[in-house]
């Protein structure tokens, strides 16, 4: 079991957003509202809803000593301007 805790983003509210994460089916996310998302939690003191939705990262993976960076990401212009 594992609990995660988030602050509250609602101006002047000092609340959190608290759920488990252990029950997450990480492959296949409910649809809740229409989006796809793990969990709805509610903050604890404004309530709030917030979503816990799938999420990934690039990451520069160093097979010798298993350190990885992530890395950050860019704008398409960017990349289209290079071309
Ligand atoms: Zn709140």
């Given at each position: 079991m594992a609990i995660e805790a988030h602050k509250c983003n609602v101006e002047g509210c000092t609340g959190h957003v608290v759920f488990e994460n252990a029950d997450f089916d990480?492959?296949?996310?409910?649809?809740?509202?229409?989006i796809?998302?793990?969990d709805n939690p509610t903050c604890n003191v404004c309530k709030k809803e917030f979503f816990v939705v799938?999420?990934?990262v690039v990451i520069d993976f160093n097979s010798e000593n298993y350190e990885s960076e992530i890395l950050e990401s860019a704008c398409m212009s960017e990349v289209k301007r290079r071309a």
């Open positions: 990480l492959k296949k996310p409910d649809t809740i509202k229409g796809y998302a793990y799938p999420h990934y």
